[in-house]
């Protein structure tokens, strides 16, 4: 029943691994979405998908690649883990809703995933 | 470019006081939207509304408030009589088209309210 799904909630890594989360969003959304929340709780945008299109790529190193096998599906694989990747990392998902004033998107998030590099 | 601001970094009210957590924004587009995230110590971000630029009106659902005021650039935050279960992070957001088309919204998070409720 969860809305948007991913998996694993916890990961606990050596640097230099590589390590993939997935993410799976039921609420047939077109555009998913990949944020990370660093250690003193600031959320930022990573990647956002729309249709399996990357549309927004905020700066983030190449060792993170996202994948979009079809638009309900966004998976983050991380390359070369180092320490200062330790993070939560949430997926989400929106839909544009309405038109005019009254149109809207609303982003809806996953659980987070816990990753630590040791 | 976008901020939010919310000002206090953590605040401790009794059960059943009233709370009110602020939120500051910055934009320069017309058309925007601003929600509340509530992120409880399990940890996951639970939407609690979002706000279209274009309307004003205030906001009532249960014990929970919304004061929005485009003078003051403010979208305020009250909880009424409060409850232990209220205890969590709070974070505004503001949401801008960075371009044309679906995708291109990006929430601009604020650094979070944490709210803790004593019993």
């Known amino acids: 029943d969860t809305a948007v799904s991913q998996t694993p909630k916890y990961l606990v890594t050596q640097m230099g691994n590589d390590k993939s989360i997935k993410c799976e969003q039921n609420?047939?959304?077109?555009?998913m979405y990949w944020y990370k929340q660093d250690s003193k709780k600031f959320l930022k945008i990573m990647f956002s998908?729309?249709?399996?299109?990357?549309?927004i790529n905020e700066t983030v190193p190449n060792r993170f690649s996202p994948k979009s096998p079809d638009k309900a599906h966004l998976n983050l694989h991380i390359n070369s883990l180092e320490l200062g990747d330790s993070a939560v990392y949430f997926c989400?998902?929106?839909?544009?809703?309405?038109?005019?004033?009254?149109?809207?998107?609303?982003?809806?998030f996953g659980e987070g995933s816990w990753l630590t590099v040791v | 470019a976008q901020k939010v601001t919310q000002a206090q970094t953590e605040i401790s009210v009794v059960e059943k006081e009233d709370v009110t957590l602020d939120c500051v924004y910055e934009?320069?587009?017309?058309?925007?939207?601003l929600f509340w995230y509530k992120q409880p110590p399990s940890g996951e971000l639970v939407f609690l509304i979002r706000?279209?630029?274009?309307?004003?009106q205030n906001e009532i659902s249960g014990r929970y408030s919304w004061n929005f005021q485009k003078s003051t650039s403010s979208f305020n935050f009250t909880i009424t009589a409060s409850q232990v279960v209220d205890s969590a992070v709070y974070f505004c957001?503001?949401?801008?088209?960075?371009?044309?088309?679906?995708?291109?919204?990006?929430?601009?998070f604020g650094k979070g309210t944490k709210l803790s409720v004593i019993p």
């Open positions: 957001a503001l949401s801008e088209a960075q371009g044309s088309g679906a995708g291109s919204y990006q929430l601009t």
């Open positions: 998908y729309n249709n399996k299109e990357l549309i």
């Open positions: 609420l047939g959304h077109d555009t």
């Open positions: 989400a998902s929106s839909q544009e809703e309405g038109q005019g004033e009254n149109s809207g998107n609303t982003i809806y």
């Open positions: 934009t320069r587009d017309t058309t925007y939207y």
């Open positions: 706000r279209n630029s274009f309307d004003e």
